[in-house]
């Protein structure tokens, strides 16, 4: 007969097959991963086109009681355009206030001129440009407010340096 040990002795297991194991497993996936990073499609570009724009310059006019303090305001409808990276750009801006106005995006260097300025009624076609560079352009108008005098006619309003909109380009 066998005698029955008394005490008992753990077996020993060696942890180098596991930690190989592990090893193996952490190259395979680091290498699927990069695999699949390399490999992976982006979206492509969209195909640059050419965007006919139309701008309105209009007034907006206090209509309630609480408003009653207000003065007149003018703003830029739409007062933000979103193009991509490539676009042709042809902006015609409509002027349908009583005050002449103009418009500028100082950082493409796009603006109306002393000829250009927008008469009341009246609207531009400036010249076409291309967005090559992504980010955010402000414009604004850039015919200062001169107050209206008996000999002369108001230019812009008031509210000149809060005639502001954007062009966002992807």
Known sequence: MNPIPTTSEPKKRSLLPIVLALAVAAIV???????MSLTASTAPAPTPVTREIRILIVPVEPHNI???MMEEMHMYIPGTIVVHR???IRLTIVNMDEH???FEIQALGV?????LDIAPGDEVTLPQFVVTQAGIYEWKC????VAETPTSEQECG??????RGHLIVE
Do not use: I, Y
């Not at 603006?111 to 000829?115: G, N, V």
């Open 111 to 115: 603006e109306t001129d002393q000829t």
């Open 29 to 35: 996936l680091s290498a699927t991963a990069l695999v």
């Open 142 to 145: 850039n015919v200062p407010f």
């Open 86 to 88: 490539g676009d042709t």
């Open 100 to 102: 002449r106005h103009g």
């Open 158 to 163: 008031e509210d000149h340096d809060e005639m």
């Open 66 to 68: 609480s408003m009653a």
